[in-house]
Structure formats: structure tokens, C-alpha cells
């Protein structure tokens, strides 16, 4: 046996450097220099979401001295407050006008306009988001592993498998749709950081659910005897019933040029109305009597993304603009004009649904209690963003 | 559903795949490319079941490690020469990540692939979970090492700074103008796959040798996500080419992305790892040997030349001309001579070089201190207040340059600047690739063809023209590049923190007023005009006026 001769290894030196906080006193050195000093906070103390979020993208009313150096063909540049109808206060206000020597013009009172102010009450950023979304995962995962040891689908009926084959798979291209070409579509827009990363953490719960509902088809396919994986798209694509709620859904993403439009019609309009119709008032209310635990724990995960944080963020956004302090009346009659045209179309597609109310066995709520219920859901949230209820609500 | 294999699952996602039936969606993004619908395959492969929890799993390792840091008390051995930089760097790279996050829309709009739009949202979220990781990061150091000043005012300092506006370049160009070029070409098939690999890969090597391993904890984390990117940009590059039509602008985007991601990353990544390290062991590679190796070989060779197979017209004279800057003309040390000569009109604090520094340049680039050594020498004599101005406004045989209208990095490699007459302003390039970028490739015609998406250059692209007869001191002050005390400057051209040693805004009042070289230009003569090219033609290198021997 040979020995193999040591060369010496070449790697850096540590060195002293002693460069941690509080080792010298110099301007700038106390505790009061050690935050983020360019932004106001919401509240008294920035908080660890506003840190990694507020101001991350620049305004040329702000700070960005020099403007946006990449122009579209248009000449439009960077984050136009224009890609929406709706305003916040200031927006009216020029844009400081800079040229030879006249210096940064940097904003003297931070915020410039009233798109600054909108804080995600869910205060998501990447920890946040991969800790949420991670959870949910395991949880479906291990819900319907359970099922699966339990023989739990031997349970069902076969009316609930071909409703839940048919339907709940069909629901899956809505949050697919929503995930991609709404939310994801307008992460680009948003005025602000706060805005942009709500709608792409929206973008993440929509894709996710799409896709946990199509994971579960497959799942219950490789389970069930007989379970069509393919009839979801038989159904998205020629039943009657949904062809409402998918012109809808594809109008939605047709919004002309407003990314305010695309959230308010698809978070305040769509979901309560149809969104919540069906996932709790049609499918969660009907699974049990059909002998199905599994079901609303799978439909349940997206209901709570959406009932709890997607829901929440936008009556953020869209609450401080029914009551800017400039800009509300105009703010308010843009989102009544919205409701005229989303409302009855939602409505529309509630009814074309209605045959599915008495597909199950056991049957869920009647549809008039469950629309109902949907409506009442509806004009609450109206109350609260300080809108009125749209005439064609009571039709 | 944890038994599904994931090809299986993968596959079943498909189904998902939207054909519109009622309603196209509103296109808000245009490109002039064509598609024509390639059955490309997402080469991603990746469900949100399993990729939400592996991120959750990395971000544990990353906040782990961040967490032991402080507890290690890593700021004891971190080198101040190499943090001071990343005051710069990560006030620049959280908006470039977040703006990749925004250009992915812009994807699915303008490739028509139902398939390739999973693997475009997924990266979506990678971005979002880049900027606001390396946003934090920046906030860890602000609180733990022994400068916050420079960190505390990142962003202001980002918007305002003419660095910081180089640097938007690595942002603006991935969400703005035509879809393809700008999200595609621009960001994933230049910038990801060739020039992360020295951003991600390169500068984290250097921070742990200067004692810094969060930099590489939460990089290198970052980096892990990145060849996701590369996968999606091939995905699209490899679509693109199926059309003949195409061929012809990805010849003009890859010539301007390239050129560009050249200008703008080695300016900046090359002067953090070769001027802000004090790792001067000679067998550690230089910057320009790792460039050689990952982005010569490693991009270029082992990635690019297998596309002109398919018909890719590769920029084969821009990428040797970019070796022949970083090997011969010195373009890294040009950058980083400059940035210091500007020091005061930034937010960190600048180390001089010493004669460890000297041996080692001149190691790795014979003849470097024939080239820099002397002003270097001057920038440590001049470094502490002494009744002398700051180095810029001193005779150390070193002419301002002009910056460039495209890169918007000086005009340092004296020889290859040109000027043009465009939009009816005479602009000065660093370089005929500059040059045509913005006279002909930005441009809503090319070669005779429509390019009616095609972006557009704008801002006031010449910092100093907002500065243009102003005041130092009051430059620095309307920037708000002060310490709290109201006086002393966030910069320094030194590492020393004794208030007495640092310089104020009463030095800077001292000193003659700030002037733009390109208000100047425009208004020269023509002879005068030429006069000027000529002579600036003759400089250099580093900066030395015409007809210097030394």
C-alpha cells in the first residue's frame, strides 16, 4: 500500500475583520440608521413584508430620477398608472418634468400617489407563499391518502362519481384559466411592488388548486372502477351547463387594456357569485349526503384561498379606491358600470349551472337557496368596498 | 396521489391546456415574431405538489443559514471591501428578479404553446421568491454589519444613482418593447443562461473567500431555479426557429442582448470580484478566466454553436470582440477606475488598491500596473480629506469620459467610441455595437422590414445632464447620499470610519461644479465635434489624455 503525498490546498484565509454592527460610532452607525428609511409604513413600524416589497418597483414620482429608459412601441414606459380606469389620489399630478440641470426632483413626500398606500393584508412574499402553498399540498396529499387506504371512494354512489368525473373536474380549466390569463396576465400591470406581487401569489393559488383538482381526477381514476378522467373535458367543452360560466370566465380574460377590471370583475364579481355557488354551495353541501369526505377537503383548500386571502387582498385594493380622497366618486361609478356588465352575465351562468343542483342522489340545498345565499354573500362584500348593489342582482 | 409518477402527473396537467372557445384573451404584449404551433413539450416537467414543497424545503436551508450566521456572528470576518459593493449590487438585482417575474404574461401571449405556459408560471414564482429573498438579505446585512449607511437607503439610492440606472438595463429590457426580445431573447436565452452563471455562480465563490456565506447561501439557492429558466428560454428559442421568418430578428436580438449583457454585467460583476475581494491568492482565477470558461466554453461553445444547426445566425465577432475587451483592452479595469473616480456620486464606500493588489493584477494581467498602477497610487493619496479635492476634480492625468446613449457605461475604451446624430441629438457610443442598437436595432423598421413592436430607448439616459452646472455638494445632497448627521457622505474613497477621516458635504462645496459632457457635445461646431473625436479617440488606456506617456 502506498501512501498518497499531501500537497498543500489552496484556500482563502479567514481574516478578522471585526466589521460587525455597533463595533465602531461614526455617522450613520446607531440603531436608528439600521432600517429602510425610503418608504413610510402603514402602520407605526414597517413590517418584514413592507421591507422586501414596498418601493422594490421604482415611480418617476418617487426616487427614479433619470425615468424609465425602455419605451414599448406606443411610447408607454415602465408601469403606466393608465392600464386601469381606476385612479388614486395624485395620479392627475404631472410627473415631475426633469432635463438639463434640473436636478433628481425626488419626492419630497413620500408617497406620491394614493397606488402607494395599498398594503396585502396577507403580507405574502417568497417565505410566506412557499410555506402556505407547501402546507396545503401536504394536507390534500395526506387527505387523500387516507381515502385511498380507507377504500373511501368505494363509498360513493355512481351519480356522485359521474358528478364529480364531470363537474368538479370541469371546474379545474375556471381556476386554470384565472391562475394564468388573469392573474398571472396582470402581475405585469399593477401600478405598484404591493400590487404585482398580490396578483402573482393570487396567479399561485389558482394554478395550484387547477392543478390539485386535476391530480385528484387522476387519482380518483386510478381508484375507482370505471372513473372517466377524460369527462371533465367532455363537460368543459359541450355541456350546456357550463358553457355559461366558461364564456364568462374567457370574457374575463378579454378585458380591453384594465387590469382593475380583470380583478374586480374575476375577485369581486365571478367568485362570489359562481365561484363560491359552486365549490361551497353546490359541491361542499352535496359531497357528504353522497358519502364523499374526500372531496370538500380537496374543493375546500381552493375555497379557503380564496374566501380568506385572495378575497382579502382585493377588498384591500379596492377599498382604499372607493374611498380615496380624490378619486372615489370617480372610482366608484367605474366599479358600478362594472357590476352592470358583470353581474348579469354571472347570474346567467348561475342559472345555466342549475341542472347540476339535481344530479346528485343526495341532493344539495335547492339552487334558489344556494343563489341566495350567493347573492347575500355578494352584496356584503359590496356593502363593505362601499358600492351599491347592481339592480340586475335582484332579477 | 404521492404514488403518481411525475411524467404521469405531468401529463395529466396537460389536460388543463385552454383553447379559447367564446372569448380570445385581450393581447397586450405584441412581438414580430411568428409561431407556428410546434409541438414543443414543457421541458420543465414540473407539478406545484411537489415544487411548492422543495422550495419550502430550500428556503429552510437558506433562513437556516441566515439565522446561523448571526448566531456565528459571521460579520466578524467579513471583508468590509467586499460588502461595501454589494450595497450596489443588491439594491440593483431585487428589481431585475422581480421583472422576470413580470415578463412571463408577456410569454403566454406571444407563444402560442398552452404547454409552455406551465413552465413560464412556475418560473413567475421563482422570480417573486428571487427579488424578495435577495431584498431580505440585504435587510440582514443592514442590521448586522458594521455600515448600514448605503443598505438604509437602497432603493432610493438604486432610482437615483447612474449605476443603479446601468443597471435597470438588466430589468426594463425584460418587460418592455417586443415580448420575444425583451422576456425571451433578452432575459432567458442571454442573460439567464450565459451571464447568471458569473452573477449566481462566480461572485458568491468570491464573497465566502471574503468570509460572506449568506451570499452564497441565498445565490447559489437562487441559482437552483435558474436552469429551470434555461429550459424555458431553449423551449421558446428552439420554436422560434421553426419559422424562416424569424431568423432574421433573432439574429438582431441576440446581437443587441449579447452585446449588452456584456457591457452591463462584466462592467458591474467583473469590478465586484476583481476590485472588491481581498482574495489574492495567484491560483485563484481572475475574472476573465472565468469568463473564458462558463460563458466562452460553457455558453458559447457547449449551448449557442450546436444552434446554428438549426439555422441561428450567432454573433460569433461580438463575442470574440467582448474577449478581446475583457483580455486585451481592459475593459473590467477601465469600469472599476471609473467607479472610483465617481465615488462621491454614489453610496458605498470604495477600497484603494494596495501593492497585495498590485502583485496580484499584475499577475493575472501583465502589464496592469503600467496601465493603472499610478492612478491607483493617486486614489490612495487622495483618498483622506486634506485640503485637496476628491479624485475627479484633481490632475491625475485621467480625462472624464462620456457616456454611452445605449449601455449607458462610460465611454472608457478611449479608441472604440463613436458618435452618431440620433433623433436629432448627437449621442456618443462606447462602441459601434452600441451605436447600431440604438440607431438601427430599436427601431420600428430593420433591414427594410416592419419591427412595429419593436421597443424604444428613452429616459434621460446621460446622468449628468440633471446635474448639468450644479454644485457637488449639492448633487450629493438632492440624491441624498448623506449620513444621518446631515454632513458626512454615505460614500468614501476608504474603509476607514473615523468621522475625521471622512469626507463631507462642506469638501464637496469646494469643488468646481458638475458638467455634462453631453450638453457639451451638442454644442460643439462640427469642426469642433470632430476635433473632440479625434482626440478622445487618442486617449487612454485608463483614461489618460491624448499624447501621455505615462
Known amino acids: 500500500m502506498t501512501t498518497t503525498e499531501n500537497t498543500a490546498r ?75 380606469k381606476l385612479k388614486a389620489w395624485g395620479v392627475d399630478d404631472p410627473e415631475p418634468e426633469r432635463g438639463p440641470g434640473s436636478g433628481g426632483k425626488p419626492v419630497q413626500d413620500w408617497p406620491a400617489h394614493g397606488w402607494h398606500e395599498f398594503r396585502d393584508p396577507n403580507e405574502e412574499w417568497e417565505l410566506t407563499m412557499f410555506r402556505y402553498n407547501a402546507n396545503v399540498e401536504r394536507q390534500i396529499g395526506q387527505n387523500v391518502e387516507n381515502a385511498r387506504n380507507n377504500k373511501a371512494f368505494q363509498q360513493w354512489t355512481q351519480n356522485w362519481v359521474r358528478f364529480v368525473e364531470r363537474h368538479v373536474g370541469a371546474w379545474m380549466h375556471i381556476e386554470h384559466i384565472f391562475g394564468l390569463y388573469i392573474f398571472a396576465a396582470c402581475n405585469r400591470s399593477g401600478p405598484t411592488n404591493m400590487h404585482n406581487t398580490a396578483m402573482a401569489v393570487n396567479s399561485e393559488h389558482k394554478i395550484r388548486f387547477a392543478q390539485d383538482l386535476a391530480l385528484y381526477n387522476l387519482t380518483l381514476t386510478e381508484e375507482i372502477d370505471g372513473f372517466d378522467g377524460a369527462a371533465h373535458l367532455e363537460a368543459w367543452n359541450n355541456d350546456a351547463e357550463w358553457q355559461g360560466v366558461r364564456k364568462v370566465a374567457e370574457a374575463l380574460t378579454a378585458v380591453d387594456d384594465d387590469w382593475g377590471e380583470m380583478i374586480f370583475g374575476t375577485n369581486i364579481v365571478f367568485e362570489p357569485l359562481l365561484g363560491e355557488l359552486f365549490r361551497s354551495n353546490l359541491v361542499q353541501q352535496s359531497a357528504p349526503g353522497n358519502g364523499d369526505y374526500v372531496t370538500p377537503t380537496v374543493m375546500g383548500a381552493g375555497e379557503y384561498d380564496f374566501a380568506q386571502r385572495d378575497l382579502r387582498w382585493t377588498q384591500a385594493c379596492m377599498g382604499l379606491l372607493t374611498q380615496d380622497r380624490e378619486f372615489a366618486d370617480h372610482n366608484k361609478q367605474i366599479m358600478q358600470g362594472w357590476l352592470s356588465h358583470w353581474v348579469p352575465q354571472c347570474l346567467e351562468a348561475a342559472r345555466q349551472l342549475q341542472p347540476l343542483w339535481s344530479q346528485p342522489d343526495a341532493k344539495p340545498p335547492r339552487f334558489e337557496d344556494s343563489l341566495d345565499r350567493a347573492k347575500n354573500r355578494f352584496a356584503g362584500i359590496l356593502n363593505d368596498l362601499g358600492l351599491d348593489a347592481p339592480k340586475e342582482l335582484s332579477q | 396521489m404521492s404514488r403518481q409518477s411525475l411524467a404521469k402527473a405531468h401529463q395529466k396537467i396537460q389536460e388543463l391546456s385552454w383553447e379559447p372557445q367564446y372569448h380570445e384573451p385581450y393581447m397586450k404584449y405584441g412581438t414580430d415574431y411568428t409561431f407556428r404551433k410546434a409541438a414543443k413539450k414543457d421541458p420543465l416537467k414540473q407539478v406545484l405538489r411537489s415544487y411548492f414543497p422543495m422550495q419550502e424545503e430550500k428556503d429552510n436551508r437558506v433562513y437556516g443559514a441566515s439565522d446561523g450566521a448571526i448566531r456565528g456572528n459571521m460579520f466578524r470576518q467579513v471583508q468590509e471591501r467586499w460588502l461595501e459593493w454589494q450595497k450596489l449590487f ?239 483592452k481592459g475593459y473590467v479595469h477601465e469600469v472599476a477606475q471609473f467607479f472610483a473616480t465617481g465615488w462621491l456620486a454614489n453610496y458605498w464606500r470604495i477600497d484603494g488598491m494596495t501593492d497585495e493588489d498590485f502583485e496580484w493584477f499584475e499577475y493575472k494581467y501583465p502589464g496592469w500596473y503600467d496601465r493603472y498602477g499610478k492612478w491607483w497610487e493617486n486614489y490612495n493619496r487622495l483618498s483622506r480629506p486634506n485640503g485637496h479635492h476628491a479624485i475627479v476634480a484633481e490632475d491625475v492625468d485621467y480625462v472624464y469620459p462620456h457616456r454611452c446613449w445605449t449601455c449607458m457605461v462610460p465611454c472608457l475604451v478611449r479608441e472604440d467610441m463613436v458618435v452618431d446624430k440620433v433623433d436629432g441629438q448627437w449621442r456618443t457610443y462606447c462602441h459601434e455595437a452600441c451605436r447600431w442598437t440604438d440607431a438601427v436595432a430599436f427601431r420600428p423598421t430593420y433591414e427594410g422590414r416592419d419591427t412595429p413592436n419593436m421597443g424604444k430607448l428613452v429616459g434621460h439616459r446621460e446622468w449628468e445632464t440633471l446635474y448639468h452646472g450644479w454644485n457637488w455638494a449639492d448633487v450629493i445632497q438632492d440624491m441624498g447620499f448623506v449620513r444621518d448627521d446631515g454632513k458626512t457622505l454615505t460614500a468614501q474613497p476608504h474603509l476607514d470610519l473615523d468621522p475625521k477621516k471622512m469626507w463631507t458635504l462642506d469638501h464637496m462645496r469646494r469643488m468646481p461644479h458638475v458638467a455634462s459632457p453631453n450638453v457639451i457635445l451638442n454644442e460643439m461646431s462640427d469642426s469642433e465635434r470632430e476635433a473632440f473625436v479625434a482626440d478622445y479617440n487618442a486617449q487612454g488606456p485608463a483614461g489618460r489624455p491624448a499624447g501621455a506617456t505615462s
Open chain 1, 10 to 84: 489552496s484556500v482563502p484565509k479567514p481574516t478578522f475583520t471585526d466589521a460587525e454592527a455597533g463595533a465602531k460610532e461614526f455617522p450613520d452607525s446607531g440603531p436608528s440608521a439600521r432600517r429602510y428609511n425610503y418608504f413610510k409604513p402603514a402602520k407605526r413600524k414597517q413590517t418584514h413584508y413592507e421591507d422586501v416589497t414596498v418601493e422594490v418597483q421604482p415611480d418617476p414620482r418617487h426616487y427614479l430620477t433619470q425615468g424609465w429608459i425602455y419605451g414599448f412601441a406606443d411610447g408607454s414606459r415602465g408601469y403606466p398608472l393608465n392600464w386601469t
Open chain 2, 90 to 328: 443588491l439594491s440593483i438585482i431585487p428589481l431585475p428578479e422581480i421583472s422576470a417575474a413580470r415578463s412571463m404574461p408577456m410569454l403566454f401571449q406571444a407563444v402560442p404553446n398552452p404547454e409552455l405556459h406551465n413552465g413560464q408560471a412556475i418560473q413567475m414564482i421563482d422570480e417573486v421568491r428571487h427579488s424578495t429573498i435577495q431584498q431580505n438579505l440585504k435587510r440582514l446585512y443592514m442590521n448586522n454589519y458594521i455600515d448600514p449607511a448605503g443598505f438604509n437607503n437602497t432603493l432610493r439610492n438604486f432610482h437615483s444613482d447612474y449605476c443603479g440606472t446601468i443597471g435597470r438595463q438588466f430589468a426594463e429590457g425584460f418587460i418592455t418593447g417586443d415580448a420575444i426580445t425583451a422576456a425571451s431573447i433578452y432575459l432567458t436565452i442571454v442573460a439567464e443562461t450565459a451571464f447568471t452563471n458569473t452573477l449566481f455562480v462566480a461572485m458568491p465563490g468570491e464573497a465566502a473567500a471574503n468570509g460572506d456565506y449568506l451570499l452564497p447561501t441565498v445565490f447559489h439557492s437562487v441559482q437552483s431555479d435558474e436552469s429551470r429558466h434555461i429550459s424555458n428560454g431553449y423551449a421558446t428559442l428552439l420554436m422560434a426557429l421553426s419559422d424562416e421568418d424569424n431568423r432574421q430578428l433573432l439574429e438582431r436580438d441576440l446581437r443587441y442582448a449579447w452585446w449588452n449583457n456584456h457591457r452591463v454585467v462584466d462592467a458591474a460583476i467583473g469590478t465586484f470580484i476583481e476590485y472588491g475581494t481581498k482574495d489574492r491568492r495567484k491560483d485563484r482565477e481572475s475574472y476573465a478566466e472565468m469568463w473564458r470558461r462558463w460563458i466562452y466554453d460553457d455558453y458559447y461553445r457547449a449551448y449557442l454553436l450546436p444552434l446554428e444547426k438549426y439555422g441561428l445566425v450567432i454573433p460569433h465577432d461580438l463575442i470574440e470582440e467582448s474577449w478581446n475587451q475583457i483580455w486585451n
